[in-house]
């Protein structure tokens, strides 16, 4: 096939692109910045993620991707072309693009990925769900029949999939991830200090002290926001046991969705999961205790994979390489023609 081999993992947080034959060349937030006068493009990814909670009324802050899928067509169109353009520059052929999504998405999001990304600069696209490239990049050996379980906590979405002999078997979807644990804490900061922070503050403080299970040893950390009453600038403390108790919801959330997936699991598969494990993957994963907390509740032991960030664009390098973990589940390229003679129900 002429053209780069390009994986993106299209995330509602971050677009991070693997290339074939060099690795992870890009990862950026998925966020576009605006002029709210004209429309004009002022900034997008990192430049442009600087601005979030920052911006003037005269730029608008947009992140087009909303719960792992296309929630603003254009815009995703043209971060995801600037994007393309950054990495393959002016090359004559255009790229062939593997792209992620959610295991649970509709057939209308199926083809809404697809034209966005062959309307943005792709020669041809493909799909393939994040929880078999999450498994794929974290090095499990999926070809076999055995069951494994793939707990892919991403920014929007945390899918969960149980997969054997290179497909999923299981899965399940819910919307609860690392967007949902920043505003958990920042709902608890408002309710409980009297404190407005926006989502970098929120962000810093679930990567300092937050925590799916208490902490041995509490910890704190000071952070600014707003007063509620006077409008302010104020400084405020937080401790690990705080941002436990501001987590504890959303994490449950995620476990139930796993011990759900269970219950659908057949016994022969649930069974080789109880000896193989539970693989956590996606930013998520990295809470402190997440990996505890699963064990704790499904009796099952479970680790978080090497790189958990990067497992599914890595998962999808591999597919570049080995095209049967594309073929085996049907999932196949579709150029731009292609793409816009699809109907929802043809997939």
Same mark, same amino acid.
């Given at each position: 096939?002429?053209?780069?081999?390009?994986?993106?993992?299209?995330?509602?947080?971050?677009?991070?692109?693997?290339?074939?034959?060099?690795?992870?060349?890009?990862?950026?937030?998925?966020?576009?910045?605006?002029?709210?006068?004209?429309?004009?493009?002022?900034?997008?990814?990192?430049?442009?993620?600087?601005?979030?909670?920052?911006?003037?009324?005269?730029?608008?802050?947009?992140?087009?991707?909303?719960?792992?899928?296309?929630?603003?067509?254009?815009?995703?169109?043209?971060?995801?072309?600037?994007?393309?353009?950054?990495?393959?520059?002016?090359?004559?052929?255009?790229?062939?693009?593997?792209?992620?999504?959610?295991?649970?998405?509709?057939?209308?999001?199926?083809?809404?990925?697809?034209?966005?990304?062959?309307?943005?600069?792709?020669?041809?696209?493909?799909?393939?769900?994040?929880?078999?490239?999450?498994?794929?990049?974290?090095?499990?050996?999926?070809?076999?029949?055995?069951?494994?379980?793939?707990?892919?906590?991403?920014?929007?979405?945390?899918?969960?999939?149980?997969?054997?002999?290179?497909?999923?078997?299981?899965?399940?979807?819910?919307?609860?991830?690392?967007?949902?644990?920043?505003?958990?804490?920042?709902?608890?900061?408002?309710?409980?200090?009297?404190?407005?922070?926006?989502?970098?503050?929120?962000?810093?403080?679930? &990567? =300092?002290?937050?925590? %799916? +299970?208490?902490?041995?040893?509490? #910890?704190?950390?000071? !952070? @600014? $926001?707003?007063?509620?009453?006077?409008?302010?600038?104020?400084?405020?403390?937080?401790?690990?046991?705080?941002?436990?108790?501001?987590?504890?919801?959303?994490?449950?959330?995620?476990?139930?969705?796993?011990?759900?997936?269970?219950?659908?699991?057949?016994?022969?598969?649930?069974?080789?999961?109880?000896?193989?494990?539970?693989?956590?993957?996606?930013?998520?994963?990295?809470?402190?205790?997440?990996?505890?907390?699963?064990?704790? &509740? =499904?009796?099952?032991? %479970? +680790?978080?994979?090497?790189?958990? #960030?990067?497992?599914? !664009? @890595? $998962?999808?390098?591999?597919?570049?390489?080995?095209?049967?973990?594309?073929?085996?589940?049907?999932?196949?390229?579709?150029?731009?023609?292609?793409?816009?003679?699809?109907?929802?129900?043809?997939?």
């Amino acid at each position: 096939m002429v053209g780069k081999g390009i994986g993106i993992d299209l995330g509602t947080t971050t677009v991070i692109i693997y290339v074939s034959g060099k690795g992870i060349v890009l990862s950026e937030p998925s966020v576009v910045a605006k002029s709210g006068d004209d429309g004009r493009i002022i900034a997008i990814g990192c430049e442009a993620g600087k601005m979030v909670g920052k911006n003037p009324r005269s730029v608008r802050v947009i992140k087009p991707m909303a719960d792992g899928v296309v929630s603003d067509f254009e815009v995703t169109e043209q971060m995801l072309g600037y994007f393309l353009q950054k990495v393959c520059g002016n090359s004559i052929f255009k790229p062939h693009v593997i792209v992620c999504m959610p295991s649970t998405v509709t057939n209308l999001e199926k083809r809404t990925i697809l034209d966005v990304v062959t309307k943005s600069g792709a020669g041809s696209a493909c799909l393939i769900e994040e929880p078999l490239a999450a498994a794929v990049g974290a090095g499990l050996d999926v070809s076999h029949p055995f069951g494994t379980m793939v707990v892919d906590i991403g920014g929007g979405t945390s899918d969960i999939a149980v997969i054997t002999m290179g497909s999923i078997a299981v899965s399940g979807s819910i919307k609860v991830a690392g967007n949902k644990f920043d505003r958990a804490i920042m709902r608890y900061v408002r309710n409980k200090k009297g404190i407005l922070i926006g989502e970098q503050t929120a962000e810093l403080i679930k &990567k =300092t002290v937050g925590c %799916a +299970v208490p902490r041995e040893v509490e #910890i704190a950390m000071t !952070a @600014k $926001g707003k007063n509620y009453l006077t409008g302010m600038p104020q400084s405020f403390e937080i401790t690990s046991g705080e941002a436990f108790r501001a987590l504890r919801y959303p994490v449950q959330k995620i476990y139930e969705a796993v011990r759900s997936v269970f219950e659908m699991t057949p016994p022969e598969l649930a069974a080789d999961i109880s000896s193989q494990g539970i693989i956590l993957t996606g930013g998520g994963a990295m809470l402190y205790g997440m990996a505890d907390i699963m064990r704790r &509740k =499904t009796g099952i032991n %479970a +680790v978080v994979a090497d790189d958990p #960030i990067n497992c599914v !664009a @890595k $998962g999808m390098g591999e597919a570049l390489i080995n095209s049967s973990i594309l073929t085996d589940n049907g999932y196949d390229y579709k150029i731009r023609e292609e793409v816009v003679g699809i109907q929802a129900e043809d997939f």
